[in-house]
Nanobody, 122 residues
């Protein structure tokens, strides 16, 4: 059974940091691109970051460049999102997702986690 389990969310003050983790099971993790998405209250879910199978290639939405870092550990079947210099506008539910061939389009992703809440207070 495929499972993506996010953790590490919480409440943090503006300027602070959080590290999200997403533990994968039930599929060949190292064969999939992994991404993070987020959905703020009243807004559509948006792409945040993606990382290639081996970790050599990463993509970010402009609003998080220089503040967020996506990484993965294929030995642990886990993808991470290090979030620094957090802003109130980063408040959202964060989801990890797996895609066999990178497209960046949400409808193409094969597997999704349940999400973890990140709240940044001003």
């Amino acid at each position: 059974q495929v499972q993506l389990a996010e953790s590490g969310g919480g409440l943090v003050q503006a300027g602070g940091s959080l590290r999200l983790s997403c533990a994968a099971s039930g599929f060949t993790f190292r064969s999939y691109w992994m991404s993070w998405f987020r959905q703020a209250p009243g807004k559509e879910r948006e792409f945040v970051a993606a990382i290639s199978r081996g970790g050599a290639t990463t993509y970010y939405v402009d609003s998080v460049k220089g503040r967020f870092t996506i990484s993965r550990d294929n030995a642990k079947n886990t993808v991470y999102l290090q979030m620094n210099s957090l802003k109130p506008e980063d408040t959202a539910v964060y989801y990890c997702a797996a895609e066999l061939k990178y497209s960046g389009r949400q409808e193409e992703y094969d597997y999704w986690g349940q999400g973890t809440q990140v709240t940044v207070s001003s």
